[in-house]
């Protein structure tokens, strides 16, 4: 059975977008962004909602050819292009770069994944992510906490159906007062 990572950057309230899907309050790293290289390439398939698809495939597919791309951003980019990608949207036509669209019912298409052997997989984007966390599917939340409060957004935890036990797997600080803290759902 293969592993379901929920992940993402988030305010101390607990946002991953400030109103008008604003992500400029997140502290930026050059440290915190290897984290995520290292931990995107140990994903062997990245799951996408529309929303966060059209802002990855807006940038990642020629993010290693930007001037001003550091060896970690042209690492990314190529992993990006690189690794499979599903696309869960009823309006998404055709997308690139590893990727196909699923129009079908998400948490259906992500059980019968999870279900196979493989490699861990990334659910990404808060609608998304919310319908996993409500199906129970979620083995591991990837918290990146930013010391600032943004007080309205986009939620990291959608309401679930009850009570989810976690263990702490890992904690780690990063510049600016970032804390990265890995959970495993207990099961």
Known sequence: MRK????????????????????GWSVRSDELFQWWLDREQAIGLFLYGRKLWETMSAYWPTGDRQPDATPAQVEFARNWRDTPKVVFSSTVGEAGWNTRVVTGDAVEE???????????????GAALGGAAMRAGLVDEYEIVTHPVLVGGGTPFFAAVAGQVDLDLVDTRMFPGGVLATRYETKR
Do not use: C, F, H, Q
């Open 4 to 23: 379901l990572v929920y992940g993402m950057n988030l305010s101390l309230d607990g946002y991953i977008a400030a109103p008008g899907d604003d992500i």
């Open 110 to 124: 992500i059980t019968r994944l999870k279900a196979g052997a493989g490699e861990p997989m990334r659910v990404g």
